[in-house]
C-alpha cells in the first residue's frame, strides 16, 4: 500500500530564512503527490500537487517541491519564510488507478521574528 | 461555489448520547470522504463514497460509527452512543472523480464528548 513519511513533526525557522520540510513516499506505482497546510481550526488546503506532467510544482504562497524518483521524495520548500506561514504541513499520496488518499503525519512549521 | 460546508462547527455533547454531522459537498464532485483529526492519531480516513454509494468503511473505527449519503449534495456521520474517545475534529472533503484529483476539505466539525 503507498504511504507518505513526513521527517520532523516540527521544524522551526527564522523570518525570511529558507523553509524545507521533507516528505518520502513508498509506492508500488507511479503515485499522484499533494502538500497541504492547515492554519489554526481551519481545514486543510492545498498547496500543490504532482501529477507526473512536470517535476518541479509551483503552488500558492511561493512553496514549491520537487518530484524525486531516483530518491522517493517530494520535498517542500520556500525560499524565505514569513510570519504568515506557521501552519501544520500535510504531505499526502494517491496511487494513479484510485483516489484513496493517504496522508502522512504532518509537520508543525514554527517561523521565528 | 461555496466550497464543502460542514454543520455544526463545534458540537459538545455528554457521553452516550448521539450526536450526527453534517457534510454538503462540493457540487458536481462524485466522492466524498469523511475523515477524523487527533493528536495522537493524526488524520484518519472513516470512509469514503462515490456517487453516493460507500466504497470503503475500513477506517470506521467501531460500530457505533454510521455514514450515509442520501444524494449527492448530503452526507452525514452519526456516533451512537458517543464516547469520550470520539472526541476529535472531523472533516469533510470532496472531489471529482478523474484518478489523483485533489481532495477539498470543509472547516470541520470539532467535537467534544464530556
Known amino acids: 500500500a503507498q504511504s507518505v513519511t513526513q521527517l520532523g513533526s516540527h521544524v522551526s525557522v527564522s523570518e525570511g530564512a529558507l523553509v524545507l520540510l521533507r516528505c518520502n513516499y513508498s509506492?508500488?506505482?507511479?503515485?499522484?503527490l499533494f502538500w497541504y497546510v492547515q492554519y489554526p481550526n481551519q481545514g486543510l488546503q492545498l498547496l500543490l500537487k504532482?501529477?507526473?506532467?512536470?517535476?518541479l510544482v509551483k503552488g500558492i504562497n511561493g512553496f514549491e517541491a520537487e518530484f524525486k524518483k531516483s530518491e522517493t521524495s517530494f520535498h517542500l520548500t520556500k525560499p524565505s519564510a514569513h510570519m504568515s506561514d506557521a501552519a501544520e504541513y500535510f504531505c499526502?499520496?494517491?496511487?494513479?488507478?484510485?483516489?484513496?488518499?493517504?496522508f502522512g503525519a504532518g509537520t508543525r512549521l514554527t517561523v521565528k521574528p | 461555489d461555496a466550497g464543502v460546508i460542514q454543520s455544526p462547527r463545534h458540537e459538545v455533547t455528554e457521553m452516550g448520547q448521539e450526536v450526527t454531522l453534517r457534510c454538503k459537498p462540493i457540487?458536481?464532485?462524485?466522492?466524498l470522504f469523511w475523515y477524523r483529526q487527533t493528536m495522537m492519531r493524526g488524520l484518519e480516513l472513516l470512509i469514503y463514497?462515490?456517487?453516493?454509494?460507500?466504497?470503503?468503511d475500513s477506517g470506521m473505527p467501531e460500530d457505533r460509527f454510521s455514514a450515509k449519503m442520501p444524494n449527492a449534495s448530503f452526507s452525514t456521520l452519526k456516533i451512537q452512543p458517543s464516547e469520550p474517545r470520539d472526541s476529535a475534529v472531523y472533516f469533510c472533503?470532496?472531489?471529482?472523480?478523474?484518478?489523483?484529483?485533489?481532495?477539498?476539505f470543509g472547516p470541520g466539525t470539532r467535537l467534544t464528548v464530556t
Open positions: 504532482y501529477t507526473s506532467a512536470a517535476t
Open positions: 457540487s458536481g464532485h462524485d466522492y
Open positions: 463514497f462515490n456517487n453516493n454509494v460507500p466504497i470503503d
Open positions: 509506492s508500488s506505482v507511479p503515485p499522484y
Open positions: 472533503a470532496s472531489s471529482l472523480s478523474q484518478f489523483g484529483h485533489e481532495q477539498y
Open positions: 499526502a499520496v494517491i496511487k494513479a488507478n484510485n483516489n484513496d488518499m493517504r
